[in-house]
């Protein structure tokens, strides 16, 4: 192809353009951080791949150039990455690589008034450019090829690509500024933005002749060392986003059997819980300080998935692969570790009253507990971090099973819980009358995954975990109630007769219950049968 050609945007970009080219001021500046992120993203790959294929060994600097241009004015990035070519121009420099970013990103920027700081963590950071520019060229080489491409676009409906010639490899950005952001060719303006957004990436940024970033890799450093600050700028670093804070970090370091450091974050809310879908991103996994690759999902397990941050080991060889890196010894022995260190820093948070905790359980309690399923080795200590509404504030506070078995005392075996559609439902449950009498405790579960995994736990601290609705019940004993038992029944013989004959199939069995001190009757499962609310899942499950 030696002619130029034209191409349109795919639709979603053409809206997403759209809502940049009306964005606020204030989110400019994050179009340079983005373009900064792309260029480190493709050294990273240059890099990775000069060490690991002979053809294309390189010992050249790999390193980021910025320059602001008065006449013509304009904003130039530039990088000595691995480039694109034209099949990687047009894809992806004109389609959405994740199908639904378009939506996500309209719900977090109306939700956010109309911030669009968080457009990179929705894979469209490239598009920010036309935030600052009316005019975008991308001139590029990729290391596969000996000539290069540009693709230009004024951000409206179209892009167009033609032939450029030998040029150097990497990749150019080229901006050509709107005229209420002037002040981006600035050296001072640049130097500012970089130092805000850009000062962990991880590859030299120059201006003019000066290096303005800082590079310096926070996870390899002595905890003692690092501040605050840096550990919050390095969170927005590896999020995009520049004005959250973490709920915490931990920052993990071992040496033997294997080497490893690791600095993880627990973001302060859970987008899940927004209606965003399921969190694929992943931790940065990298060997010797090289990024092996972002987003890597076999560092922590899926409960463990709303976490962010980095591992680098000495330990591990460059060329680990995607395929290989389950089966890897050292991946699966840091991942046990990372594992370890979350469940033990959430015990010391939730073990201190002003730790934080609750408002953890709050966003990321209901992705927690999917671990008491999935990894039986770690199911007692998940346990211990979940909590549930209980009778004893009737529902008003949460409790933990450790709190539960402590106010239960050393007579009474099982917990006791009951699910049910809502609390309130719970709460007018005839099956609690009896244990309301007796002063005994039960668990409410109204989120439907709570019973699932009650009933896969089974027991917990050695204890029973026992569905109130179910057959055979039991209570602690009283003394009065043993005598009570042993008195005969009277007079419902012909009352159960009556209601069996009424009801027929539709139930196994009637009969006299103690458990009831208002209520007139109330329905209880066979014995190793399901609860009443798993039931009505599977149902629901099945329709
Ligand atoms: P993301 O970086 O999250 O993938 P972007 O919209 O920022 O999303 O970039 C889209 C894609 O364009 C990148 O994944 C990359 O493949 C390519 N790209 C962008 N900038 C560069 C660059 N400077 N060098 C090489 N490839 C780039
Ligand atoms: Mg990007």
Redesign the pocket.
């Known amino acids: 192809v030696s002619e130029p050609q034209e191409f349109s945007f795919q639709a979603e970009i053409s809206q997403l353009l759209h809502l940049l080219a009306h964005s606020l001021y204030q989110s400019k500046e994050i179009a340079v951080r ?2 900064i ?3 480190s ?2 050294l990273d ?1 240059m890099r990775y791949v000069s060490l690991t294929e002979e053809a294309h060994r390189d010992e050249a600097p790999l390193q980021i150039v910025i320059e602001g241009q008065k006449e013509p004015r304009q904003l130039v ?1 530039r ?1 000595n ?4 070519t034209r099949e ?1 121009l047009v ?3 004109g389609t ?2 994740h199908s639904g970013s378009l939506e996500f990103l309209k719900k977090a920027v109306s939700q956010n008034k109309g911030d669009l700081s968080l457009i ?9 450019a036309f935030m600052l520019a009316d005019r975008v060229r ?1 001139r ?1 080489r990729s290391f596969k090829e000996t000539e290069g491409w540009e693709w230009e676009s004024d951000g409206t409906g179209t892009f167009r690509i033609s032939p450029a010639g030998p040029l150097e490899r ?4 080229i901006l050509h500024l709107k005229d209420d952001v002037s002040d981006f060719v600035e050296e001072s303006r640049i130097r500012s933005i970089v130092r805000r957004y850009s000062s962990f990436v991880p590859h030299p940024i120059r201006l003019g002749d000066q290096v303005i970033n800082d590079q310096k890799p926070i996870w390899v450093e002595p905890k003692s060392q690092v501040t605050e600050e840096q550990y919050l700028q390095f969170y927005q670093h590896l999020t ?1 986003h520049s004005n959250e804070s973490p709920l915490w970090h931990l920052h993990l370091a071992a040496d033997s059997p294997f080497q490893f450091r690791s600095i993880l974050y627990c973001p302060p809310s859970n987008i899940e819980l927004l209606g965003f879908g399921r969190l694929e991103h992943g931790v940065s996994l990298c060997a010797k300080r090289i990024l092996v690759q972002s987003d890597c999902r076999e560092l922590l397990p899926d409960y463990l998935r709303f976490l962010h941050g980095i591992v680098d080991s000495e330990d591990l060889p460059l060329n680990v692969s995607r395929e290989t890196l389950q089966d890897n010894t050292v991946i699966r022995r840091i991942r046990n570790t990372l594992v370890k260190g979350v469940l033990d820093k959430l015990n010391q948070m939730a073990d201190q009253a002003a730790g934080g905790f609750e408002e953890f359980h709050r966003q990321f309690g209901g992705i927690l507990r999917e671990g008491i399923p999935s990894d039986p080795a770690n199911r007692e200590r998940i346990a211990k971090l979940l909590r549930f509404p209980s009778s004893d504030s009737d529902g008003a506070k949460l409790t933990s099973l450790d709190e539960y078995i402590k106010r239960a005392g050393p007579d009474q075996k099982p917990i006791y819980y009951l699910g049910g559609p809502s609390l309130a439902s719970i709460k007018t449950s005839p099956n609690l009358e009896i244990f309301r009498r007796r002063g005994i405790e039960v668990l409410y579960l109204s989120d439907p995954i709570d019973e699932f995994v009650m009933s896969t736990m089974q027991t917990f601290d050695g204890r029973p975990l026992t569905s109130i609705d179910s057959e055979n019940v039991e209570l602690p004993e009283v003394e009065a109630e043993k005598k009570a038992d042993e008195e005969p029944l009277v007079g419902t013989t012909r009352v159960l007769e009556l209601f069996k004959a009424a009801l027929g199939d539709r139930v196994k069995e009637v009969r006299e219950s103690k458990r009831l001190t208002d209520s007139p009757c109330c329905l209880v499962n066979a014995d190793g049968g399901m609860s009443s609310q798993m039931q009505r899942l599977m149902k629901m499950a099945n329709q």
């Open positions: 983005e373009l992120s792309n260029a993203d493709a790959k990035i990088d990455g691995v480039g694109m990687e894809a992806n420099l959405i690589a990179g963590q929705f894979g469209v950071g490239f598009y920010s991308v590029t990497g990749t150019e950005v995009h």
